[in-house]
Protein backbone atom coordinates (compact mmCIF):
# COMPACT_ATOMS: atom_id res chain seq x y z
CA UNK A 1 0.00 0.00 0.00
CA UNK A 2 1.45 3.66 -0.81
CA UNK A 3 0.09 6.50 0.65
CA UNK A 4 0.46 10.13 -1.08
CA UNK A 5 0.11 13.49 1.02
CA UNK A 6 0.53 16.52 -1.63
CA UNK A 7 1.15 20.14 -0.68
CA UNK A 8 1.97 23.64 -1.80
CA UNK A 9 -0.97 24.14 -3.43
CA UNK A 10 -2.57 27.78 -3.08
CA UNK A 11 -3.35 30.77 -5.09
CA UNK A 12 -0.97 33.04 -7.40
CA UNK A 13 -1.03 35.83 -9.84
CA UNK A 14 -0.61 34.70 -13.61
CA UNK A 15 2.64 34.47 -14.39
CA UNK A 16 3.92 33.27 -10.76
CA UNK A 17 5.08 30.28 -9.57
CA UNK A 18 4.50 27.04 -7.27
CA UNK A 19 5.99 24.25 -6.38
CA UNK A 20 3.86 21.40 -5.74
CA UNK A 21 5.15 18.41 -3.27
CA UNK A 22 4.03 14.31 -2.84
CA UNK A 23 5.11 12.65 0.19
CA UNK A 24 4.99 9.18 -0.27
CA UNK A 25 4.50 6.49 2.69
CA UNK A 26 7.29 4.20 1.07
CA UNK A 27 10.30 4.01 -0.83
CA UNK A 28 9.78 5.30 -3.88
CA UNK A 29 13.48 4.50 -5.68
CA UNK A 30 11.00 0.71 -7.15
CA UNK A 31 7.73 2.88 -8.30
CA UNK A 32 7.47 1.96 -11.93
CA UNK A 33 6.19 5.71 -12.81
CA UNK A 34 5.30 8.78 -10.54
CA UNK A 35 3.06 11.35 -12.45
CA UNK A 36 0.73 14.46 -11.78
CA UNK A 37 -2.70 14.76 -13.16
CA UNK A 38 -4.89 17.77 -12.78
CA UNK A 39 -8.74 18.14 -12.70
CA UNK A 40 -10.83 21.49 -13.58
CA UNK A 41 -14.09 22.11 -12.38
CA UNK A 42 -16.41 19.78 -14.38
CA UNK A 43 -13.73 18.55 -16.57
CA UNK A 44 -12.40 15.18 -16.86
CA UNK A 45 -8.78 13.94 -14.90
CA UNK A 46 -5.53 14.75 -17.44
CA UNK A 47 -2.61 13.52 -16.82
CA UNK A 48 0.15 17.00 -16.11
CA UNK A 49 3.60 15.22 -16.24
CA UNK A 50 5.54 11.98 -15.84
CA UNK A 51 8.70 10.68 -14.32
CA UNK A 52 9.88 6.80 -14.45
CA UNK A 53 12.46 5.01 -12.01
CA UNK A 54 15.00 5.74 -14.54
CA UNK A 55 13.89 9.55 -14.38
CA UNK A 56 12.45 9.63 -17.72
CA UNK A 57 10.09 12.75 -18.39
CA UNK A 58 7.26 13.31 -19.83
CA UNK A 59 4.91 16.32 -20.28
CA UNK A 60 1.44 17.47 -21.36
CA UNK A 61 1.55 20.35 -24.48
CA UNK A 62 -0.50 22.34 -22.33
CA UNK A 63 2.82 22.52 -19.60
CA UNK A 64 5.88 21.65 -21.51
CA UNK A 65 8.41 24.37 -21.07
CA UNK A 66 6.50 25.96 -17.79
CA UNK A 67 6.20 23.02 -15.13
CA UNK A 68 9.05 20.26 -14.39
CA UNK A 69 8.58 17.25 -12.20
CA UNK A 70 11.34 15.74 -10.54
CA UNK A 71 11.81 13.03 -7.53
CA UNK A 72 13.73 13.12 -4.33
CA UNK A 73 14.28 9.09 -3.38
CA UNK A 74 16.67 10.46 -0.24
CA UNK A 75 12.94 12.22 0.62
CA UNK A 76 10.56 9.66 -0.80
CA UNK A 77 9.06 13.13 -2.36
CA UNK A 78 7.80 13.88 -6.06
CA UNK A 79 7.56 17.41 -6.99
CA UNK A 80 6.08 19.54 -9.49
CA UNK A 81 7.65 23.06 -10.15
CA UNK A 82 5.18 25.49 -11.97
CA UNK A 83 6.55 28.67 -13.73
CA UNK A 84 4.72 31.20 -15.54
CA UNK A 85 1.17 30.06 -14.35
CA UNK A 86 -1.84 30.99 -16.51
CA UNK A 87 -5.51 31.08 -15.54
CA UNK A 88 -6.15 27.83 -17.22
CA UNK A 89 -4.07 25.95 -14.96
CA UNK A 90 -6.32 26.53 -12.24
CA UNK A 91 -7.39 22.62 -11.07
CA UNK A 92 -6.99 20.23 -8.17
CA UNK A 93 -3.38 18.58 -8.72
CA UNK A 94 -3.59 15.01 -7.87
CA UNK A 95 -0.12 12.98 -7.40
CA UNK A 96 -0.15 9.16 -8.57
CA UNK A 97 2.45 5.96 -8.04
CA UNK A 98 2.09 3.45 -10.71
CA UNK A 99 3.83 0.39 -8.57
CA UNK A 100 3.63 -1.97 -11.96
CA UNK A 101 0.24 -3.80 -10.16
CA UNK A 102 -1.94 -0.57 -9.37
CA UNK A 103 -2.63 2.56 -9.31
CA UNK A 104 -2.54 5.07 -5.90
CA UNK A 105 -3.57 8.78 -5.54
CA UNK A 106 -3.33 11.61 -3.16
CA UNK A 107 -6.18 13.01 -1.70
CA UNK A 108 -4.86 16.34 -4.12
CA UNK A 109 -3.86 19.95 -3.70
CA UNK A 110 -5.98 22.69 -5.15
CA UNK A 111 -4.31 25.44 -7.53
CA UNK A 112 -5.94 28.72 -8.50
CA UNK A 113 -4.73 31.14 -10.92
CA UNK A 114 -5.95 34.51 -10.95
CA UNK A 115 -5.46 36.59 -14.12
Known amino acids: QVQLVESGGGLVQAGGSLRLSCAAS????????MAWYRQAPGKQRDLVAT???????GYANAVKGRFTISRDNTKNTLYLQMNDLKPEDTAVYYC?????????WGQGTQVTVSS
Open 26 to 33: VDIFSITV
Open 51 to 57: ITSGDNT
Open 96 to 104: NAYNGYRDF
